[in-house]
């Protein structure tokens, strides 16, 4: 055990902590008995305070790979290891995670507290609807198999139930076949908000898409856009002649922000410069081009420790959900607007289709709609104006990402999640602010 000054990604709060960092079940399991409440840790890529607490325990040591079957299709792993080493065991048999985020560095612990979706939601679901099994300590320290067949209950709990369930100790995790580490991917630049939304729908058949956004020229009217869409590319498409290099694994980062990285140097010219300057590249040609899977879904960890870049007081990401209906345009259409007249740039904004909710994740965030993703850095009156998109978010009957909050009122959040995971066992600075601690359900 030692202390330590803890953040998430975005860097905002900081807590001084207790961190347990054990290597097993049975470590886990002391530390339960010592600790009345803790809280479970992954790799601390989600941003604002979910895995932030007095007492946290640091899974990141229990991550061993403990069975991979190819002719099955399924990977059995302990909860601290991360989609990178996952990628690392898998890609060279041919086979993929069926949900990735936008970072290989989250733990399959993390993957599953927080019931993560990828850029192929609206086909394939959030992540938890491919685990076979999750073993997990509960409340009252009992190790406990959970599957949609087998103790349901608490497998619904913990599939986004943001660690209030139990520590998770390991999983089993159904594959994908590919052929190639290679996605064929089309670009279309878009100049409005209507024109991007028709283009989800256009393309609702792709397997993946995305839209990167220039916030700073949305005007309600205007809108410069992106979207990205994408296929895993077949073998025989691959001009490669050597096998195995078309199941080629990623490469490590390429670099890495300094610790003293001026961070003034961000700034809303700067930002805006940078926008345009990726609109006019990328609104160039819509030709297909084929990716390396890393540069399609993971193309923020080329940069290591790229949060460095907003300073000390780190940013917050704004992740919000709004119905695909005309109210749910019109509050995109108003958080645009509020942010290009209020001068608030997001360095990196994006868009992307939901489909069906996970029915079997009580606080799992996806539902049929768009969800949008702005970084914002902090300043003195950003906490200020995004009480004001709360507002537009929740006229239009939407919510905001429990990995992605690290503000939201709790009256907000108990009228936009109606089915919520309570504990007294399981402490973050979350379940505090969002009331999650109490048996009160009201
Ligand atoms: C660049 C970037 C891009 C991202 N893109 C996406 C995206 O596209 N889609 C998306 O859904 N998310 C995305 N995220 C968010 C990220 O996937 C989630 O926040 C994820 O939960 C982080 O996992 P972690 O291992 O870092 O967990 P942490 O951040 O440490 O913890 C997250 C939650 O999981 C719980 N937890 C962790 N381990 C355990 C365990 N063993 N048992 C029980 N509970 C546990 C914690 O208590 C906490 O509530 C992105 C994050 C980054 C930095």
Redesign the pocket.
């Known amino acids: 055990m030692f202390r330590r000054n803890l953040t ?3 860097h905002y709060p900081m807590i001084d902590s207790e961190v347990i960092s054990p290597t097993s079940e049975s470590e886990c399991m002391d530390a339960l008995k010592l600790y009345p409440e803790l ?10 305070d ?2 932030l ?1 007095k007492v946290v ?4 040591a ?1 991550s061993r790979i403990l069975e991979l079957d190819i002719q099955k299709k399924i990977i059995v792993v302990e ?2 290891v ?1 989609i990178d080493e996952i990628l690392k065991q898998i890609v060279p048999s041919g086979l993929f995670l069926p949900v ?4 290989k ?15 192929n939601h609206h086909i394939d679901g ?2 938890t609807r491919h685990v076979e099994w999750i073993e ?1 300590i509960n409340e009252s320290l009992q190790l406990v198999r959970c599957s949609t067949s087998q103790n349901k209950d608490l497998f619904i709990k ?1 599939c986004g ?9 390991r999983a089993c995790l159904k594959l994908v076949a590919i052929e190639t580490a290679y996605i064929k991917c089309i670009k279309i630049p878009l100049y409005s908000l209507s024109e991007l939304l028709n283009s989800f729908e256009r393309f609702k058949d792709s397997k993946y898409s ?1 839209a990167w956004l220039d916030t700073a020229s949305g005007n309600g009217k205007k809108l410069n856009s992106v979207l990205i869409v994408g296929e895993h590319e077949k073998a025989a498409n691959v001009l490669i002649k050597n096998f195995e290099l078309k199941l080629q694994v990623h490469k490590s980062p390429l670099m890495r922000i300094p610790k003293l990285f001026p961070s003034f140097l961000l700034n809303k010219i700067s930002i805006n410069i940078f926008n345009r300057f990726y609109f006019l590249i990328n609104a160039k040609s819509s030709d297909s081009k084929l990716l390396h899977y890393d540069d399609y879904f ?1 193309p ?2 080329k940069i290591k420790s ?2 460095r870049l907003y300073g000390k007081k780190g940013f917050v ?1 704004y ?1 919000c959900l709004v119905p695909a209906n005309s109210s749910g345009e019109q509050a995109l259409k108003e958080i645009l607007l509020a942010c290009s007249t209020k001068g608030m740039s997001s360095f990196l904004s ?1 868009l ?1 289709s939901f489909g069906e909710a996970n029915p079997l994740a009580h606080m799992s ?2 539902a049929p709609g768009y969800t949008l ?1 702005m970084d914002l850095k902090m300043n003195n009156g950003l906490l200020n104006f995004l009480d004001e998109l709360d507002k537009i978010v929740e006229n239009c009957g939407g919510k905001l ?4 909050d690290a503000r939201m009122d709790r009256s907000f959040f108990l009228r936009s999640y109606p089915n919520r995971v309570v504990s007294n066992r ?1 402490v ?1 600075l ?2 505090n602010r969002l009331g999650l601690n109490t048996s009160d359900k009201k």
């Open positions: 998430n990604w975005n809280i479970a840790r992954g790799m601390g890529r989600s941003y604002g979910a895995s607490g325990l640091d899974c990141t229990m909860a601290g991360s990735v985020p936008g970072t560095f989250i733990t399959i612990g993390g993957a599953i507290a927080a019931d993560i979706h990828g850029k959030t992540f997990i913990t139930g943001m660690g209030m369930s139990g520590v998770i100790i995305v993971f923020l960890d790229w949060n990401q992740q994006v992307k965030f996806p993703a990402y429990l990995a992605k399981f973050s979350l379940s």
